[in-house]
C-alpha cells in the first residue's frame, strides 16, 4: 500500500497551491533509498528530508575518494620521502 499525503500547506494555512506557488518544484533522478528512478512535482519543504539523506550519501562517498587519495599518495610517496619518526621529549612532573 502506498501511502498518499495530504494537501495542507502550513504556509497558507489551507490547501497546496500547486504549481501556483514557487516552492511547489520538480525532482527527477534516483532515490538514494531504493534505487528507483523518479520524476516528481512537490513542495520544496516536503523534499528536505530525501534531500538531506541523497546529499549525506555523497558526503560519505566523497570522504571514501579523499581517504582513497590520502592513502594512495602515502604509498607512492613514502619510497621517496623518508618519513622521519616523532621521538617526543619526556615531560618533566
Do not use: Y
Request: hydrophobic residues 40%; charged residues 20%; aromatic residues 8%.
Amino acid at each position: 500500500m502506498k501511502i498518499k499525503a495530504g494537501t495542507f500547506c502550513p504556509l497558507v494555512n489551507g490547501d497546496c497551491k500547486k504549481l501556483e506557488c514557487v516552492w511547489f518544484t520538480q525532482i527527477a533522478g534516483t532515490h538514494p533509498q531504493t534505487g528507483e528512478q523518479f520524476d516528481e512535482w512537490g513542495c520544496a519543504v516536503a523534499w528536505m528530508p530525501l534531500l538531506s539523506i541523497e546529499n549525506t550519501k555523497r558526503l560519505n562517498e566523497v570522504g571514501g575518494a579523499i581517504e582513497s587519495f590520502r592513502n594512495a599518495t602515502v604509498d607512492t610517496l613514502s619510497p621517496v620521502v623518508p618519513v622521519q619518526k616523532f621521538n617526543p621529549l619526556p615531560i618533566n612532573k
